[in-house]
Nanobody, 126 residues
Framework: QVQLVESGGGLVQAGGSLRLSCAASVRTVRTFSIYAMGWFRQAPGKEREFVARISRSGGSTGYADSVKGRFTISRDNAKNTVYLQMNSLKPEDTAIYYC????????????????WGQGTQVTVSS
């Protein structure tokens, strides 16, 4: 079992930056490094959508086209933490951001993700 706790959300002006963190508590003999990690977001009235993903070792990453070149995902397996650095934020980035963990090579589509955090609100003003 994995518990995920996000932090770092808030209110920022367009063009600004935020860094989200997701701390994982692993409560079985499994280690954090066996979990692929990802970030998803959900805006009001919209479905949860993929933002970024990172492999178990951190050697492979992937991004949604809408955030490519602006967001960077990283992980520190020694600290059981994954990060999302968000630069050049736009009002359309406003959403609740969720951390996801799945015991596989990459995080799957939202319906199949095994563990979710509670989410952190990001609001970008114009």
């Amino acid at each position: 079992q994995v518990q995920l706790v996000e932090s770092g959300g808030g209110l920022v002006q367009a063009g600004g930056s935020l860094r989200l963190s997701c701390a994982a508590s692993v409560r079985t003999v499994r280690t954090f490094s066996i979990y692929a990690m990802g970030w998803f977001r959900q805006a009001p009235g919209k479905e949860r959508e993929f933002v970024a993903r990172i492999s178990r070792s951190g050697g492979s990453t992937g991004y949604a086209d809408s955030v490519k070149g602006r967001f960077t995902i990283s992980r520190d397996n020694a600290k059981n933490t994954v990060y999302l650095q968000m630069n050049s934020l736009k009002p359309e980035d406003t959403a609740i951001y969720y951390c996801a963990a799945h015991p596989s090579v990459v995080v799957p589509e939202p319906e199949r993700v095994e563990y979710w955090g509670q989410g952190t609100q990001v609001t970008v003003s114009s």
